[in-house]
């Protein structure tokens, strides 16, 4: 018997407190969610052909029909072009292989663009669609003209279906041409925004609701040294200027390397933003802190040199909110977006500890509650001895007042059952709780065999009836990471798996998906013979009241191998009506999501009918279950 006294609520419920972790890993961001379809577009990744080969067709030996040779034109952002000389009338090509292949639809239109500039002659630039033996799926054809640079587009159909397209630039007719920027998009993104996000992908992260979007990390936000750290001011303005770097993920230091794996930037600062405000969550940007990443290296900037990047925190403030006069609102003005973002939160810092940080963290922390008092800053927080907790909300930064601390765990499904009651008893005078990173590990943190099975999901869903129970304390919550692609991950388990075509949200997303879209407004009471509901007898148990859509919703996890028969024993102000919903979750510990059976692990939610004023069901062995009981 679950006693839950719904005229007794407890604290009001952060309308942030189920988020989203973004980082671009695994291919989340190029290769993922920004929708391009061509690698290497502007030939600026360290090997400038990387992604790119080059073409003879049957007829003709590459060395008599053409060439390519890469110049470096010089500037600070994209200063490498490929110029092609063409010496046969025919048979010469380049072709992209995209991310792992390109994912096409059949029937549908994509945008083909490209800089280009005439040197000699005017080759025609005949563009197709193919598959690996060379079947084509759709084609069009450009014939740049004039020897100023100048952006020609031209549209594709596509045929047929094909997870692993290819794109041949075929160059008909003699002569030299320059090529930059040569772009593939997919004309059905989301919101239809040329150039914009893969759409299924997006409506993954909008079914969830999220009170929040982190970005853009993690990791990318240190760099492995502070020249590939993440700098929100080349990720802005336009495409062909932001300067390209390096993924972080990149490194033979991976269990799975991805040489070919850089950031264009093409989702930057104003997309996420953008994105955020699409799916109606607050945008959490996290910065660097003057610190590149401490599992690397050593490497910190000076304090007292340490002012262009508080600047940064300074100028990007200023670039969500400020007026469309002021020069950073003018920029955001001008990419489209005269009305502010409304930026409530600033991280300082991701995955940072040790008396390096809390010296760095005090400056920011001045200089920008100083200017903008409303801002609310998160800090973060570095791992303890033991590997596996954090040293979190440190005397430091109790002392410094900081706002909310960024705590990460990845940890076995064992210690996140056994850490359900981690904040019943913590602190209530110190910062607030940004679990800013969690997931459960099958195997061991950053293995490559790790799964995301519903064990896993199942202990992440009785973890965070515990931060529900506490979200006077706990603010905001995200799992991480978000995205992986099937072909191309550094780091498992992950929340939303895709290949270039299709994606699945695996156990972990449905628990994630079914605590964000039953948010409530505020906490309620919820006790068995008088005590917290967090492990005993493998149930755990938290209860929310939403104050707008008048009902109670009770989260229920049985642990445990067999059924369990429990009784609410509901306390209300208001009448309680004698019908709701279940909805429950449940499968074997080993059992998983993927491409071939995505919803093989999903919630069912039936009709629950009770008499009296008690409302009885039966939890199912290893089950997370959300019932929802209407007032009236
Ligand atoms: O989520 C993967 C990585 O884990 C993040 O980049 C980092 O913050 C943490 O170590």
């Known amino acids: ?319 969500a909110n400020g007026s469309p006069d002021s020069p950073w609102g003018k920029l955001r003005k001008t990419m489209g977006h005269e009305a502010p973002f409304h930026l409530k939160y600033i991280g300082v810092g991701n995955e940072q500890w040790g008396p390096q940080y809390i010296e760095r963290y005090a400056v920011f922390s001045a200089i920008i509650k100083a200017k903008y008092p409303d801002i609310q800053i998160v800090s973060a927080a570095g791992p303890a001895p033991s590997g596996e907790l954090f040293d979190y909300a440190s005397k430091e930064l109790r002392d410094l007042k900081a706002d909310l601390v960024d705590e990460h765990y990845y940890s076995s499904p064992d210690w996140f059952l056994k850490n359900a009651n981690r904040y019943d008893a913590y602190d209530r005078k110190g910062p607030k709780i940004f679990a800013g990173e969690y997931a459960a590990q099958s195997v061991a943190t950053v293995s490559p065999k790790n799964e995301n099975n519903w064990r896993c999901a199942l202990s992440e869903a009785a973890f965070m009836t515990g931060l529900e129970r506490n979200a006077d304390l706990v603010h905001m919550a995200s799992y991480a990471p978000l995205f992986a692609h099937v072909d191309a991950w550094q780091w498992t388990p992950d929340l939303i798996w895709f290949d270039n075509l299709n994606a699945y949200g695996t156990p972990n997303y449905y628990v994630q998906k079914l605590f964000s879209t039953n948010k409530g407004t505020h906490v309620l009471p919820v006790t068995a013979q008088g005590e917290t509901v967090a492990g005993k007898n493998g149930l755990y148990a938290s209860a929310v009241t939403d104050a707008n859509a008048k009902t109670i919703l009770v989260k229920l996890v049985n642990a445990g191998d067999e059924p369990q028969t429990i009784t609410l024993q509901l306390s209300s102000a208001r009448k309680i009506s004698q019908a709701g919903t279940i909805t429950v979750l449940k499968g074997n510990p080993d059992e998983v999501n993927n491409l071939e059976h995505p919803t093989q692990i999903h919630p069912e939610e039936q009709p629950l009918k009770w008499k009296g004023k008690d409302v009885k069901t039966v939890l199912p062995p290893r089950s997370f279950s959300v019932v929802k009981i209407p007032t009236l």
């Open 1 to 319: 018997v679950l006693n839950v006294k719904a005229d007794q609520p407890l604290s009001k419920i952060e309308p942030t407190m189920w988020g989203i972790f973004f980082e671009d890993i695994n291919f989340a961001a190029d290769g993922g969610i920004y929708a391009e379809l061509v690698k290497n577009r502007s030939f600026e990744f360290a090997q400038p052909l990387m992604g790119w080969k080059e073409q003879a067709s049957n007829k003709f030996a590459i060395t008599n029909a053409g060439s390519v040779l890469i110049l470096h034109e010089g500037g600070d952002t994209n200063p490498r072009i490929a110029r092609v000389n063409v010496q046969a009338d025919k048979g010469y090509g380049l072709t992209n292989e995209g991310f792992r292949g390109m994912g096409i639809k059949k029937g549908a239109t994509y945008t083909f663009s490209v800089q280009a500039r005439q040197q000699q002659g005017s080759p025609t630039m005949r563009v197709e669609l193919a598959d690996a033996n060379g079947k084509i799926l759709g084609t069009t054809s450009i014939t740049p003209a004039g020897s100023e640079w100048k952006k020609y587009t031209a549209t594709i159909v596509a045929s047929e279906t094909e997870p692993k397209a290819l794109l041949n630039i075929w160059f008909d007719g003699k002569g030299v041409v320059d090529i930059d920027m040569v772009s593939l998009f997919p004309n059905d993104t989301w919101k239809n925004r040329p150039g914009g996000l893969r759409k299924d992908l997006v409506q993954l992260l909008a079914d969830m609701k999220p009170g929040f979007i982190r970005f853009p990390g993690g990791c990318i936000v240190e760099g492995r040294e502070l020249t590939t750290r993440y700098q929100w001011k080349k990720t802005v303005g336009d495409i062909e200027q932001r300067e390209m770097i390096v993924n972080r993920w990149n490194t033979e230091f991976n269990h799975r390397p991805a040489p070919d794996y850089f950031q264009t930037f093409g989702l930057g600062f104003f997309e996420y933003f953008q994105l955020a405000e699409d799916v109606g969550a607050e945008p959490l940007p996290i910065l660097n802190c003057g610190m590149a990443c401490q599992f690397n290296s050593a490497e910190v900037v000076p304090i007292n040199q340490l002012d262009t990047y508080v600047q940064d925190a300074l100028d990007l403030i200023e670039f």
